[in-house]
T-cell receptor, first 113, second 117 residues
């Protein structure tokens, strides 16, 4: 069965510091991996995706993610956090034989000034 | 603005009543998805359409739930005999499917928040 795990309910960082939001996945075949962000009372906004190729994927708003096949991880990173990055972040996987997204439980990112 | 519209944004209904939500996808997108999100959880897949064909339904989608996409454009999600456990945010998303490597990502609407009292 396909699954996504986000082990941290919340991540706290100071503005200007680097941030990492962790994600691990379990899926048969070649995974398509995604990160979405959700602001209060809003839908999900796409940040970036990994399909194939370079393991380091760059996305919107200065975010990037590193695909690690051996560790089945797809951690979201940003070199310098902004207060405006504070939101709920979801990792998702699209399985090899299904087009639906399986989401993790989400990680709340809090960037303090 | 992602371009996916959902109506209404909020719905409060009494237990046992029927409700219907509408989703208008991005116009050129041939795939449309419905997800349900409860507080503190990630979205859970309910069903998806390619054009007007409903291709997959989750076991979460009980017989009280029905979804349609009659002309391959907008979609409706109906919940009959609502229960308090149906209270959630219902999210619609759309994407353009060509072949797997060429698919766009899913674009989400702002959701319909359902409260069953």
């Amino acid at each position: 069965a396909q699954s996504v795990a986000q082990p941290e309910d919340q991540v706290n960082v100071a503005e200007g510091n680097p941030l990492t939001v962790k994600c691990t996945y379990s899926v048969s075949g070649n995974p398509y991996l995604f990160w979405y962000v959700q602001y209060p009372n809003r839908g999900l906004q796409f940040l970036l995706k990994y399909i194939t190729g370079d393991n380091l994927v760059k996305g919107s708003y200065g975010f990037e993610a590193e695909f690690n096949k051996s560790q089945t991880s797809f951690h979201l990173k940003k070199p310098s956090a902004l207060v405006s990055d504070s939101a709920l972040y979801f990792c998702a996987v699209e399985g090899d034989s299904s087009y639906k997204l399986i989401f993790g439980s989400g990680t709340r990112l809090l960037v303090r000034p | 603005d992602t371009g996916v519209s959902q109506d209404p944004r909020h719905k409060i209904t009494k237990r046992g009543q029927n409700v219907t939500f509408r989703c208008d996808p991005i116009s050129e997108h041939n795939r449309l998805y419905w997800y349900r999100q409860t507080l503190g959880q990630g979205p859970e897949f309910l069903t998806y359409f390619q054009n007007e064909a409903q291709l997959e339904k989750s076991r979460l989608l009980s017989d009280r739930f029905s979804a349609e996409r009659p002309k391959g454009s907008f979609s409706t999600l109906e919940i009959q005999r609502t229960e308090q456990g149906d209270s959630a945010m219902y999210l619609c998303a759309s994407s353009l499917h060509r072949d797997r490597a060429m698919n766009t990502e899913a674009f989400f609407g702002q959701g319909t928040r359902l409260t069953v009292v």
